[in-house]
Structure formats: C-alpha cells, structure tokens
C-alpha cells in the first residue's frame, strides 16, 4: 500500500498525531503524565437524607508539559489504533484503588467505577491484575465496580461474559456503559452478568422536553428493575431531570448537575456533600 503525502491530508494527519500521541502516552505511563479525576454518583433515593453513599467514577485525563488537561477523546483513537489500551486500563485500575483506598472519606459503603476496554476483556492476565491491586489496598472487592460499553460488549460478546464472571467471582461488580446505543440491546441483556445498567445519556439529556426519550429510559428502568439491576442515568444536566429520574425510579444519577469530574476526592464526608447540588423532595 503506497500513500502520497498531501499537507492537506486528512487522513496522513491524524496519522501523524496518533504517532505523537503514542509516544506521550508510553512516557506518561512511567512518569505520571497522567491523572485520575473522579466524578460523584448520587443516590436518588437518599436526596433527603443526610448520609449520601461515596460513588465516584475514576476519569482518566493527560497533563502535557505546558499543565494542559487533555481529556480521552483527545488520546484514546491513538491507544487503541496502537493496541496501547490494556496498558492504560492498568495504570488505571492500579492508581485509582489506590487513591481511592488512601482518602479518609471511604467507608465499606463508598464504591469506586473503572471504566474497561475491550482489549483488556481478552486478557488471561486482568483477573490476577485486578485481584492483586485489591490485596495491597484496603478496599472490599464489593466496592469496585467495573464499567464496559454496551458496543465493546457486542463487539467481544464470549470474551466479555467470560471475564465479567471471573471478576465478579472475586466479589466485584460489572456496570454496562452506555445503554441503549446499541441496535439490539434488550436481546443480550439477560445474559449478561452485570449489576448496573448506565443508561445512554442520548436518552437522558432531553428528557425534561422529549416524551419518547423518557418512555425508553422507564422501559430500560423497568427491565432492569425486573432483572434486579441497578440503573445510572448519565449526562444528568439540570433540575429537571433530576426530579423526572426520581419519578421513574431510576437509582442513581451522574453529570454536570450533580457535579463535575473532581480533580482531587473531598477531605471529608461534609466537603463530599458540598461537592454535589441535588433538588430538595
């Protein structure tokens, strides 16, 4: 295959910043380019009361030389055109438990979400990874919860199952990002061993104005309901939307009207609560 190079080429430029990208994420690796945001989940059915449960979702961003924040879309096309994403998933998994063990705030109730790539559900070595990072922490497996796409899923259905079992075996659980992007999500559903459905903020978003978006997330409510399955709204945005979730039953919320990703965990469970804006009833 011969490519002529063009400076107006499209396709030869992001070529060229894959390459750069590649490079950077090798080194950042090693030398701790990278940081770990967390972003809170709330619990809508504790609005009222004063004890929240701790839900963070662990968000992985590159901090150039120059202390710009680059978030994933920027640098994860690179990771996975280079085959780089098992190394990231590592770095994740490793320093976020880690965080996670050594904030004051965490209790056996508090709960951390790591999100999973595809290429790291077909590999024979996670499962030792993940059991070993636990060990040297003080956190419970049942407070790590493990995210992976509804696409990535579908794409790698046998190795997915089969992983998603063997993590829940260690007493773990397995969330389902982006729910409902998929053509034929119901189909596979009940074959999954997942504990929570993340539900596609495609479906949230608008919900305030959209009747149709809002029957689809009480249907995905419903189903998960009846499959005893905990259920995330994401790309959570206002009020509104909030007060809508509730009515449907859905169990917890996530996005800019709960609160954004956090650069540093709250010192205490009082700066915790400060953290998160939620409507009163």
């Not at 992985?60 to 710009?68: A, K, S």
């Not at 790539?117 to 590999?123: K, T």
């Not at 905990?230 to 979730?245: G, Q, Y």
């Not at 990703?261 to 409507?279: A, C, G, Q, R, V």
């Amino acid at each position: 295959l011969v490519h002529i190079y063009n400076e107006h080429d499209k396709q030869f430029i992001k070529q060229q910043n894959y390459v750069q990208w590649i490079s950077r994420l090798t080194e950042a690796t090693e030398s701790n380019n990278f940081q770990i945001y967390f972003q809170p989940i709330a619990a809508l059915n504790s609005i009222d009361n004063d004890c929240r449960d701790l839900y963070y979702e662990a968000l992985l961003r590159y901090i150039d030389e120059e202390g710009n924040i680059h978030t994933p879309d920027k640098f994860l096309p690179a990771a996975e055109r280079f085959g780089k994403m098992q190394l990231l998933d590592r770095w994740v998994i490793k320093n976020a438990i880690r965080i996670f063990s050594e904030n004051n705030t965490i209790s056996g109730n508090s709960k951390l979400s790591i999100n999973l790539s595809g290429r790291s559900m077909s590999s024979n070595k996670l499962l030792e990874y993940i059991e070993k990072q636990i060990k040297k922490s003080r956190l419970q497996a049942h407070q790590i919860c493990f995210e992976i796409t509804e696409t990535e899923v579908i794409a790698s259905m046998d190795d997915a199952i089969s992983l998603m079992k063997q993590i829940k075996s260690l007493g773990c659980q397995f969330a389902l990002d982006d729910f409902g992007s998929g053509l034929s999500s119901y189909c596979y559903l009940k074959n999954l061993p997942i504990d929570i459905l993340k539900i596609d903020g495609s479906f949230v978003k608008n919900i305030d104005h959209d009747f149709i978006d809002r029957a689809m997330v009480q249907s995905i409510r419903d189903i998960a309901k009846t499959m005893n399955i905990k259920t995330v709204a994401e790309c959570v945005e206002n009020e509104a939307i909030i007060k809508i979730l509730k009515a449907i039953g859905i169990d917890y919320v996530q996005g800019y009207a709960i609160s954004r990703p956090l650069e540093h965990l709250p010192d205490s469970n009082t700066d915790f609560k400060e953290t998160i804006s939620l409507p009163n009833g």
